[in-house]
């Protein structure tokens, strides 16, 4: 597998980080192509079988990024998220996938610049552990 | 609690004192200093302004040791402490520095070490309460005035202390000694540092505006925390005095020595007997010795 | 039988420099269902909706994929094009090729054509699974709340009033008037900031659809555009706002002093207080924390004296609910904390000030009444040295922004100084000078050349005590020296800063802030009262520095932003809500114990003949679709239009199968 790349899902809420990762756009912070974005309302929204099937499918990675604590424009939706995220991390060691692969952030529509620092970072990490061998 | 000690040139030779009292103190505290073995210069202003590499391999050479055995370093020279530190920085942001320099250095520096000024470590890693608990003879009556100089506090990006251009740790210090601590404007103005040898004069005025603030305000004493200041407020004192016919005669302390002498060290072993303008006869007029 | 059409946009070189767009019309053309893939210049323009519309026509479309721009940007602009070639709007999908892919991976055109294949595959697999949807209409109740009544939210109110709409004001303070109402004189004009604002203030107080809520803060907010419940707290005043009559001669008799907020704590108040003489209403407050009844349990001077029994010790505070279609958010600021300048002295020399107290120094009202004088020893000061970007422009306090009214304000308040003490000296620091409105540069060159104020380019480094004066140490970039000035006075511009709870009031209103803790606006050019939560608007420096023309125009745009909303009756909601299947549901309330808004009700239904179960149902009105029901839901019951499980599947296959 020499011209491996690595597949990335990203999840994102619409409100901050979806907007976070237009602003990353519009200031042409570069980052890794590897990640390919799926737009959700709000991180509430996410059903921890996404993150299963992702992987199922042949993800190499899964990220998920909403707005931060106290900013979801629904109150209170990513906390609920955050309280999922625990246990799909977990979970996921018993499906014989790395937790390492899954990662969850926070990124507020004025960080352009955390989101591209965020993807690269997730990208590298993916990059280290090699492709999901099933 | 154990740290790579890494006394710089001004240690072993101008300022004898403030290493002996930095290590009475330090034992007090409970602190362990091992001396870095075979250190090497850290790379200081003569070096920075003329070999770019050099001024970043030399600091690390000197940290090589502290990595392999996983130390924190303690440096009590603020030109040391800013020097080790940003090689350290400037290793860990930039790949190409790191292998120009691991390549000088024949091993590799990866810039990781964890390196602290000198009260730093007492300040912030002991913390106040200890020193206060080990406070035998309370410094009464003594206006001290914190002087910290140029970089103790600068460039923030090294030296993460909280406010940079008004700081206040060594204040905080004074009044755990139980003296006073002298409100006063040239806290972290320039001394002119390694200009004493070659502008002279230009270290002169520097040094006659921060004396005169400190006289200004009031204080019996300064208080400083590197030997570079050190030597131009203590050493240059006298020169200052004739040259702007004014009188000062205000004694400069190490901070270790003030914390010495608190703790009840004797004067001679704290080498309070070292400095140019005399100390002996503010302390026994405020009956501390 | 689906019949997707993709349009691809060049985006003019913004796309197309990075992205190989006929390469990804090629690979478009091989989806599954896609009859047509299109490239254009400019999608979003006139002809490129029209070869929209053509060829849905000619390829009898029934489903619609643009890869452009964000969908934030474009995506009604599409739904109404795509509704115009009778598709329903919700049979469209954006794949975002330029914010998420050519903008970002410039570096690698490769691997952006390859992307935007991939988003494009992943737009198609989503519309495929898409539904018609219908919007939703909801009633629109036509009252506005501004919260906040300085400037910004008299403008506001005024314009909503004299509109016909019933308007409440919250004010924290126990007057409205804000800031403004601190000021002595506003540049360039030189007018008296408290003769043009009082009568601002009275046509409010008299304007029979404005209600002010003064000394009430706002508590929680729900509900969504035309349609919120707002709880309002109205502290306790002690004073009874109908009996008072305002005659003052409580806050003559009372015995307490304590320092003046509104004077900048240059000068004394009472415990019982207004807190200028041209409060509106002019109805005083007790303030509880130095009031000596309420410290020591005796006094009542404010009641023996009180002429019309208005005084109410056991006043509570009360929390009213009230019904509004549209929120006017006009919180304001703060003023920078200058203390976190050591090295300037402020709070530790009585002779630093900042530019507020000065402010109220030379106002005629002021604690001095209009005299400048020395705070240490009542002389009249010779040379004042004014700092301009304290707070401002300074990366080291995290303070990276530009004030925006400091420049202005400094060059005011040294021909203020000029002019009350002609024989003074006046020296502005600065780092440059930005006089962008109208008359501004005039203004400055006047402070210049007219009244002789010295402008110094370059920072002050130190400010500290030489006996009676203050000696600022300084450089003077332009002549290439320090410079050292024995000042009498020394005043530091006021870098305007967030509203301290700014951050607390986004979340009770559920909108974004910036990194500053500043209000975020929809767009920061082409919707600047708008924010992300429809139905709320932003007016004055609550978003942002703002000078006062900046902020009344402000005011006015978000009243008629408001006053657009209330020309309709019904408006449009979002058909994205969240629907329940009610043969799979248990009943087991955990979607009704997450919802943020109370959406879901428990009913009792027949899911087969004779069976009846209790069975959660969406409010429609109130539901907003942010889908944590769905991603709580353990029986897959309840799903979310538009971002249902089998359109969020589709999309994640097209993105993990190759």
Redesign the interface.
Known sequence: MNNWEPNIVGFLCNWCSYAGADLTGLSRKEYPANIKIIKLPCTGRMDPMFIIEAFKLGADGVLVSGCHPGDCHYNKGNLYWQRRFLVVSELLNNFGIDKNRFFASWVSASEGVKFSEVVKNVTEKIRELGPLTK | MKFAYFPGCSLHSTAKEYDASTKFVCGRLGIELVEIPNWVCCGATPIHRTNALASIALPAKNLLWAQTENLPVAAPCSECFSRLKLANLEVAENEELKKNVSEVLGETYEGNVDIYHLPQVIIEKIGLKEIEKKVAKKLSGLKIASYYGCLLTRP?KVATFD????P?FLDNLVLSLGAESV????K??CCGATFSLSKKELVLKLTNDILQ?AY?EKADCIMVACPLCHSNLDLRQKEVEKKYKVKYNLPVFYFTQLIGLSMGADIRGLGLKRHMVSAEKLLSSKGLI | MARVGVFICDCGVNIASTVDVPKVVEYAMTLQKVAIAKEYKYMCSDPGQNLILDTIKEYKLDRIVVSSCSPRMHELTFRICVNKGKINPYYFEMANIREQCSWVHQKDKEAATKKAMKLTEIAVAKVLRNEPLFPLYSPVIKRALVIGGGIAGIQASLDLGDAGHETVIVERESSIGGRMSQLDKTFPTLDCSQCILSPKMVAVAQNKNIKIYTYAEVEEVQGYVGNFTVKIRKKARYVDMVKCTGCGVCTQKCPAKTSSEFNEKTGDRKAIYTPFPQAVPNVPVIDKNNCIYFLKGKCKVCEKFCPSNAIIYNQEDEVVEEKFGAIVVATGIDIYDHSNYGEYGYGKYKNVLSGLQFERMVSSSGPTDGHILRPSDQEEPKDVVFIQCVGARDPSKGQDYCARVCCMWTAKQAILLKEHLPNSRAYIFYIDIRAFGKGYEEFVRRAQVDYQVTYLRGRVSRIYEKGKKLRVLGTDTLAGGQVEIDADMVILADAMVPKYDSVKVAQTLGIPYDTYRFFTELHPKLAPVETVTSGIFLAGACSGPKDIPDTVAQAGAAAAKVCALFSKDNIEIEPTIAQVNFSLCSGCETCKLVCPFNAIEMREREIRRGVKRSIANVIESVCRGCGTCVGSCYCKAIDLRGFRDKQIMAELEAVCIE
């Open positions: 923030p406010r940079i251009e008004d206040q409100n006063w404007a040239y972290t103005e603030n200004d």
